[in-house]
């Protein structure tokens, strides 16, 4: 089926693999972007993997409608520590999101970013968010507004969201062809009426695009989120990157699909499988070709609070906030002080990065050493950039892949902490081998601390452990720990025919 959505050609591609997208000497993504673009998102933690370390965002749940039905999504099901997009335990109207919002400013200054993602499409709740948007704007200016989309009404919010200085938005695009998304939505509510198959699909995908060239027209950055459904959508996704580049969108997010049976969706309950992490990142390389690619998502909750990677909603429930007492303008002034203080770090460090430099201890390079393989590093941190986190207690690892002069980061793996407590640290292999089932293809782990039991472990999955790390940055450690390697003559590459000869 031919659809005038998808016949827009795609710009030429810049190229397979690494072009453009941060894969190389650049640890952020958005380095290549033009300055005017880069301007409004370095900062932002959402969008900037740099930024994500320091600045941290909130999502308040004012839109309870949807107006479609996607395959991965269940919205009945809550558990406080869930965490995946839909997920909410409180849901607020306007007045109450305002007075977290600003009680969540006040106590982690660090706040920059309000969003709105749900549980259900904000758009398909214009009231409640626009209301939420309009207290915001006058009562908390300093903070940036965001919202996220499935873009069916996205066309009829346009001229509101510029209203309100919106100037990031993200509409999720798993397609641009009908027919692959009729597996995806069975059904969408359009004029009144509930329209299914590969008609409600087409109708998504006119609006979806649509609204993408509305957005940018109107100088709004647009992300377009996809999730990777293997066997449905995974390869029609790099197509999807080429048509959202053409039509102005400057970032693609690939996440990958979470289709547990317990959360009943319809994915989780037939057995779709999910992705691993190596065949998300082939897919994330295979499209950032095209599209700059986003690699740090958390799949954030609707109702999320602090840094990416954590959730700090549970100090701020809305019988907690209403025994606080906000002075947000006196906030206001902390704030500043507060962001003043990471930007000048920040800029600091991307001077320093950019800086020719010179170290007179450093060894000089053998022109005669073997070429060494690149190798793939996990992180256990709490954020700031640092190594400080005791692998015990880490839910994530942040993934690098390190080589002989340049590193790039490729994302985040989920786990569920290994040790829960005094009484249960370490209980049961299950929790061990789910965590060494995460780090596929990881060849080293940098915590602050390891303990004895698993580092054996680890080390038979063949996952060298390290603790010699902490509380270094973790660009600095990673570098030295490949040198070490590449010293000791770890990382040295095969000698092609070495086999044939030896045999």
Not at 24 to 35: K, N, R, W
Not at 96 to 125: C, E, F, H, S, Y
Not at 323 to 330: G, I, P
Not at 405 to 414: C, Q, S, V
Request: overall charge negative.
């Amino acid at each position: 089926m031919e659809l005038p959505v998808i016949s827009n050609a795609a710009p030429p591609s810049a190229g397979g693999g690494c072009s453009e997208s941060g894969c190389g000497t650049e640890p952020d993504a958005l380095s290549h972007l033009p300055d005017h673009i880069r301007s409004k998102v370095q900062d932002h933690p959402c969008y900037s993997e740099e930024a994500h370390h320091y600045f941290a965002r909130m999502h308040v749940a004012v839109a309870p409608a949807c107006n479609i039905q996607c395959n991965y999504c269940n919205r009945k099901y809550d558990c406080s520590n869930e965490s995946r997009p839909g997920v909410v335990s409180e849901l607020m109207t306007p007045d109450q999101a305002v007075k977290k919002t600003l009680a969540v400013a006040a106590a982690i200054p660090q706040m920059t970013v309000l969003g709105i993602a749900g549980p259900g499409d904000p758009l398909a709740n214009p009231e409640r968010t626009f209301e939420t948007f309009r207290q915001l704007s006058e009562q908390a200016p300093d903070i940036k507004l965001c919202v996220s989309t499935n873009g069916l009404s996205l066309p009829d919010c346009v001229d509101e969201l510029a209203k309100h200085n919106i100037d990031h938005v993200t509409i999720t695009i798993n397609c641009v062809d009908p027919e692959i998304g009729a597996k995806i939505y069975p059904w969408i509510f359009w004029e009144n009426k509930r329209i299914r198959g590969v008609e409600g699909a087409k109708i998504l995908i006119e609006q979806q695009q649509k609204g993408l060239e509305m957005l940018t027209s109107r100088g709004i950055l647009v992300k377009v989120n996809s999730v990777m459904i293997p066997g449905v959508n995974d390869q029609h996704l790099k197509e999807v990157s080429k048509i959202v580049k053409a039509k102005g969108a400057f970032l693609h997010n690939v996440m990958p699909l979470i289709a547990e049976a317990e959360h009943g969706t319809y994915y989780g309950i037939m057995g779709q499988p999910e992705p691993t992490p190596l065949e998300l990142q082939a897919l994330q390389d295979d499209c950032s070709g095209d599209m700059s690619m986003m690699r740090h998502c958390r799949q954030c909750r609707a109702d999320a609070v602090g840094l990416l990677g954590e959730d700090r909603g549970d100090e701020f429930t809305l019988d907690k906030i209403d025994e606080m007492e906000v002075d947000y303008a006196t906030a206001m002034v902390e704030r500043a002080k507060v962001h003043e203080a990471i930007t000048t770090e920040l800029e600091m460090k991307r001077a320093l990065k950019a800086a020719p430099r010179f170290s007179p201890d450093a060894p000089v390079a053998d022109e005669a050493a073997p070429a060494t393989r690149n190798i793939r590093i996990a992180i256990a941190t709490k954020g700031g950039g640092v190594i400080n986190e005791h692998f015990g207690h880490a839910h994530e690892f942040l993934v690098y892949e390190v080589g002989p002069k340049e590193h790039r980061f490729l994302g985040h793996r989920k786990c569920t902490a290994y040790c829960m407590g005094d009484e249960s640290c370490g209980d049961g292999e299950t929790v061990l081998g789910g965590i060494i089932k995460s780090l596929e293809g990881v060849e080293v782990l940098l915590a602050s601390k390891i303990g004895f039991e698993p580092w054996a472990d680890l080390e038979k999955a063949g996952i060298q452990p390290n603790g010699e790390h902490a509380m270094e940055p973790i660009e600095e450690a990673i570098r030295a720990v490949y040198d070490e390697m590449a010293a000791a003559g770890k990382l040295d590459m095969p000698v092609a025919g070495a086999s044939a000869q030896a045999a």
